[in-house]
C-alpha cells in the first residue's frame, strides 16, 4: 500500500526521545498516524562476527556490552549458554548469586524505563525522583561486581567473586526501601491525572495482536498472556526461588507501568528469598580453555522479554558460531502496530511502552523481493557481497 | 484485586514539597569526595617485582591492552629465550580485571583511581613493569 | 516624553530592570524545580548558581547562527527583535514604585491582551518561517492551544477589571487599596494562572514546545543570537504575566504604608511587589513541576469545557455582585 510520503514524519534516527537510533518512518494524516516503517541496523556493530575471533572468556565482555541496561542478562545468557556445552555442573551458590544480581539488574532496568516513561510524558519530576531510587540499586551492583553498568560478573565456571561480607544486610535495608517507593509511584501514575490521561488507553493490544505478532516480556504478559521463561524454563537458581508471573489484561501502556512497579516489587522479594536461602560452597569452578564441541541454544527472561542465544562450538578456543535474537527484535512489530490510529504526541509514550533497547536488536536481515527469499547474512558474506557490488559498479 | 486510587491532578505536590526540604542527593563532585566501594573498578597497577613475564595476562586480555616486550634474554638448557616483560596500553583498559584474576603471581592490581583524562595518548602507556624484577 | 520617564523606561522599573527579573526568574525555577526533584540545580556559576542563565544567554549569543536554506529568511532573523519586544512594552505599563506606572493608559488592560496575542502571533510567524517538520507541527499546536486558552484568559483578566469599574492596570491597582481581588475573584485568579501556563507554554501545557516529541517545537530551527533572545522573552514573558496577576489579583505594590517619606516608601512598594511576583511565580513553578505534559486535544477540551465555562460564572457573579 502506498502511503503519501508529504505526510512522512521521520522519527529518529537522531531524535531526543530515543536513546539509541532508530529510524521509524511514521506516515501521518494530520497528527494522526496511519502507518509506521521502522529501519534498524543504526547500531549494528558486527558483534556476532567479533565473537568468532575472541576466545571464549574474552566473549564474555564482548557480549555483556550489547546493551547497558540488560548487560548482565546478556553475559549470564552466553555463559549458562557455554557452560550447557561442557558435561560438568555449576555450584549451587554461584547460582544463586547469578539470580541475585539478575533480579537486581531487573530492577534498575524496569526503574530506568519509567523514569523513562515520565521524561517522554513530559513528567521529569518522576524522572529524576526515580533515577534517584534507582542510584541505589547501581550503588548495591557497584559494590558487588565493581562496576554499575557493564558488571562482568559472571564468568565460565560461575562468578567472579562472592558477595562482599556485611552487603547482605545492606541488600535487605535497600530492598525495603525500594518497595516502600515502588508502592508510591504505582498510586503516583494511577492517580496522577496528566500521567493517566497519556498512558491509559494507549497503545492498547490484545492477545489475538500477541498470537499473530509475537512479542515477548512485558509486552506479552500485558495482555494477559502468561509467558516467563524464568517459570516455564528455569535457570540459575529460578527452580528454587521462582517469581510470580505478574499479567494485566488492559493491554495499554497504564497497564504496563503497574504490571512493571509489580514486578519490582516481585524482583525484592526474590532478592530478599535467595539471600536467606543462599548455600555455602564454592562459588566458581574452573573451566576448560577449549570447549567441547557441540551446539547449544539457551534463553533468559531479560528484564525486557526473551533473550536468546544460539552457541556453536567445533571444539577449539574460539566459538564457531553465536548467535542473539533480544527481545526487543521480537517486539518492534508490536510497538509499530500498536502505534496504528494514534496522534503524533503519542509517539513517544506508545512506542517506548516495549521498553526498546535498539542496541541490542540490531542485526541484519536480507529480503531479497525479486527472488522472494529471506535469508540472515553473515558479517563475513556481506563483507564479500558489498566488495563485489562496489567492484561492479 | 485492589481498588484503584482516585484521579486527582498535581498528586505528586505532597512529595515534592517533602524533597524541598530534604537534602539533595547530587554529589558535588569535584568540590566533594566521593565514596567508592571497595570493588571499584578503576585503573590496573601492575608490581614489577613479583611480574615474572609469563604472558598469561596478554593471552587473556579481552581489549588487547598488553603486548609482551622483549627486554633481555636469559639461558635455558642450550636455548637463549627472550626474557618478556609487559607494556599496558590502559587507554584500551576496560577495567575489566581479567588480567588480575588470572595472573597466578599476584602482580597486578586494580586500584581506585578514575580521573583519567590526560592530555597525551602516550601518558597513559604504563611501562613501569618492563624494568626487569629481581 | 522627559529624560526622567526614558530612564524609568529603560533602567527602573523598566526594561533594564525587568531583564534582571527575568534571569533572576529562571535560576528561581530552575532552583525550585531541582530542589523538588532532590537536586541541586545550577551551583557553580557565581554565588548559589545566580549567573547561570546569564552565562547561558551569553553562551548563546556567541554562537553561530545558522539560517536554513528553506526558511523565510527576513521573518527569520528579525523575528526574534519583534517577540522580544511585545512583553518588552507590555511590561511599562505595571506599576512597581506605587499606584502609577511608568507608561499609563486609560484602557491599557486592552493593550495587555494584545501584548499576549502578539506574543503568540509572533511565535507562530517565526514558526512558520522557519519551514522544518517539526515547526509545522508544533505552530499547528500552538494555534489550536492558542485559541483554547485566549478566552478564559481574557474574561479572567476582565474579571478584576469590572470589580475595579477601570480598564486601566492603574485603576485596578488603585482600587485594590480596600481589598485584593484575590477573595473575590478567587476562581478568576486560578483561571489566570491555569491559562498562564498556557500562554507561557509550561508543562502541562508545553505541548507546542514539546522537546520529547517534536525536538524544539517552533524554536527548532533558531541558534545563535535569535535563541538567547526567544529565551529571554519566554523568562520575560514569564515576569509579565507574573506581575500582570501580582497587579490584577494581588493590589501591585500596595500593603501598609511605613514611611512618610514619599522615597523610601517607593522602596518599600518596590520590596512589597517583589515578594509578591516571587510567590506568583513560586505557585507557577510548583504547578509546573508537578504535572506531565497533557495532549493537544485534551488541553483543548480542558479550557473548552472546564475553565471557559468557570470563568463565565465567575464573570457573571462579579457582574451581580456590583
Redesign the interface.
Known sequence: MQYSTEGM??FGPV???LKEPEYFKLYLEG?KIVHVEPRIGYVHRGIERAAQERTWVKNIYMFERICGICSFHHSLTYTEGVEALAPFEIPKRAKYLRELVGELERIHSHLLWLGLL?????????F??IW?DREHILDLEEAISGNRVNKSYTTLGGVRNDLPDGLADRIRAEMAYVEKRAEYYKSLVQS?E??V??TKGRGRINQEIARKLCPVGPLLRCTGIARDIRAEDPYAAYDEVPPLVQTSNKGDIASLLTLRLNEITDSCRMVKETLEKMPSGPYRVNFPRSVPAGEASYHVEAPRGELFYFVKSAGGSVPERVKVRTSTLANILTATEMLKGH??????VVLTGMDPCFGCMDRISVVDVDKSREWTVGGEALRRYGIEYYRRK | MTKEPRRK?????GE??R??V?H???A?YPFGKSVLPPRFRGKLDVDPVKCTGCSVCEIVCPAGVITMVPVGKKTIGSRQVDIKRPLFDLYTCISCGQCVDDCKFGALTITHDFELAVFKKKSLVMEKALKLGQ | MDLLQVVELLVFPGLTFFVWLAFFFEWLERK?????????GP?VTGPFGLLQPVADFFKLASKEEIVPAESDTFVFRWGPALYFAAPAIGIAFIPVMGYQSVLSNPIDLLFMLFVLTFSTLMATLLGYASAG?YST?AI?RLVVQYTSYEVPLLIAMVTPAILAGSLSIEGVVSAQGSGWYILPGFVAFVVFIVAALAELEK??F??PE??????GGWMTEFSGNALAYIKLTKNLSYVFLSALAVSLFLGGPSGPVLFSDANVQAVIYVCYFLVKLFAVGFLLF??K??????????AARLFWTVLTPLSLVQLAVVVLLK
Open positions: 514524519m521521520p531524535h531526543p526521545s497528527e515520565g521524561h517522554w510524558a513530559g513528567f521529569d519530576t518522576l529524576m525522583w534517584k496522577e496528566t500521567l490521561v497519556r496522534t503524533l504526541a503519542d509517539v513517544p | 491532578v498535581a498528586s505528586a505536590m515534592m514539597f524533597t524541598i530534604e539533595p542527593v547530587t558535588q | 525550585t524545580a531541582a530542589r523538588m526533584q532532590g537536586r541541586r551551583v517538520r507541527i499547528g508543562p502541562p508545553d505541548i514539546a522537546s520529547t516529541e517534536i525536538v510548583s504547578i513541576t508537578a504535572l506531565a505534559r497533557v495532549r493537544i486535544d485534551q
